[in-house]
């Protein structure tokens, strides 16, 4: 007998739960924001809403489907189901958090702050949960398969990402490391930068495009279902042992880029979550490329 689906409810704390864990009260809180010239009833107002968005939802998923909530920052320990369809209730960042734990559950976004969130990920109100969830779940649903970027390192350590990996110091150190094509060891490049960067068409609307604007890149930016990444070194620094003749770049399936590390220690993580990142050392090597996996994002 199959399951029934599971309605996954991911979200994080909101600015004012933050500020009471720091704080304590409400009126602490308040008059720490007040001694800075702001007010707590916005943060407190964002508060309710998402609040208030997560009851609605809670009560569209169907009577017949069971449901659980997970909090961001416990993603890492949770264990997501075949049968699951995870309803995101937050911000476009949050999809991206929540990606790499996935594999092919249909994904719902459900935006608690429209004109807020710029909306990429997050597409939907929270009015149209019953309907998408139905959605998610019947034959033939709509849903766009956005690109994932991966990292496979030699002792077999895996990251995925939604937008982008980074690779470099854990610090503000130089980054030392040999770059090149994977398999070809003939074109790998010592160079000492601040890290390398790897995107995604989702990620082209983040850092990606910011790196990408920075330099005035000729290489067009891939569309989030596109099955293409583009990669940017950051802050190269030519010197008589490091060059820097290779410092962006394009991949489609079945290419790759390998990095071989020179220092004692580099980290590799993506969508920004720094905490849950993979480390590397001398001689160790990564290989990044298109992900097997893409997220499901119901239409």
């Given at each position: 007998?199959?399951?029934?689906?599971?309605?996954?409810?991911?979200?994080?704390?909101?600015?004012?739960?933050?500020?009471?864990?720091?704080?304590?009260?409400?009126?602490?809180?308040?008059?720490?924001?007040?001694?800075?010239?702001?007010?707590?009833?916005?943060?407190?107002?964002?508060?309710?809403?998402t609040r208030q968005a997560l009851r609605e939802v809670a009560a569209a998923v169907p009577l017949t489907w069971r449901s659980t909530?997970?909090?961001?920052?416990?993603?890492?320990r949770f264990l997501f189901a075949p049968e699951d369809v995870v309803v995101v209730v937050g911000q476009d960042g949050l999809v991206?958090?929540?990606?790499?734990?996935?594999?092919?559950?249909?994904?719902?976004?459900?935006?608690?702050?429209?004109?807020?969130?710029?909306?990429?990920l997050v597409r939907h109100r929270h009015a149209d949960a019953a309907a998408l969830l139905r959605a998610a779940t019947a034959p033939?649903?709509?849903?766009?398969?956005?690109?994932?970027?991966?990292?496979?390192?030699?002792?077999?350590?895996?990251?995925?990402?939604?937008?982008?990996?980074?690779?470099?110091?854990?610090?503000?150190?130089?980054?030392?490391?040999?770059?090149?094509?994977?398999?070809?060891?003939?074109?790998?490049?010592?160079?000492?930068?601040?890290?390398?960067?790897?995107?995604?068409?989702?990620?082209?609307?983040?850092?990606?495009?910011?790196?990408?604007?920075?330099?005035?890149?000729?290489?067009?930016?891939?569309?989030?279902?596109?099955?293409?990444?583009?990669?940017?070194?950051?802050?190269?620094?030519?010197?008589?042992?490091?060059?820097?003749?290779?410092?962006?770049?394009?991949?489609?399936?079945?290419?790759?880029?390998?990095?071989?590390?020179?220092?004692?220690?580099?980290?590799?993580?993506?969508?920004?979550?720094?905490?849950?990142?993979?480390?590397?050392?001398?001689?160790?090597?990564?290989?990044?490329?298109?992900?097997?996996?893409?997220?499901?994002?119901?239409?």
């Open positions: 007998m199959s399951l029934a689906p599971r309605a996954v409810l991911v979200h994080r704390r909101t600015e004012y739960e933050e500020l009471l864990t720091r704080h304590g009260t409400h009126g602490q809180a308040a008059f720490f924001l007040s001694s800075r010239g702001r007010s707590i009833d916005e943060v407190a107002r964002r508060h309710e809403d909530r997970v909090e961001r920052a416990d993603l890492d991206a958090n929540t990606a790499k734990y996935l594999a092919g559950q249909p994904v719902v976004g459900i935006d608690t702050a429209p004109g807020r969130n710029p909306g990429v033939g649903g709509t849903a766009d398969e956005l690109t994932m970027v991966e990292a496979v390192a030699d002792d077999t350590q895996r990251l995925l990402a939604l937008n982008e990996i980074y690779l470099g110091p854990p610090g503000h150190q130089t980054a030392r490391y040999r770059l090149g094509d994977d398999g070809e060891s003939a074109t790998d490049e010592a160079q000492a930068s601040s890290g390398v960067l790897v995107g995604t068409g989702t990620g082209a609307t983040g850092w990606l495009r910011s790196l990408w604007l920075e330099r005035g890149s000729a290489l067009p930016l891939p569309a989030p279902c596109d099955p293409r990444l583009l990669w940017f070194v950051r802050e190269a620094w030519p010197s008589p042992a490091t060059g820097t003749s290779r410092v962006a770049g394009e991949l489609g399936h079945g290419q790759g880029l390998r990095l071989t590390v020179e220092s004692d220690r580099l980290v590799v993580f993506g969508d920004g979550m720094e905490s849950d990142a993979l480390e590397l050392t001398w001689s160790q090597s990564v290989r990044l490329g298109i992900a097997e996996r893409a997220l499901r994002l119901v239409i």
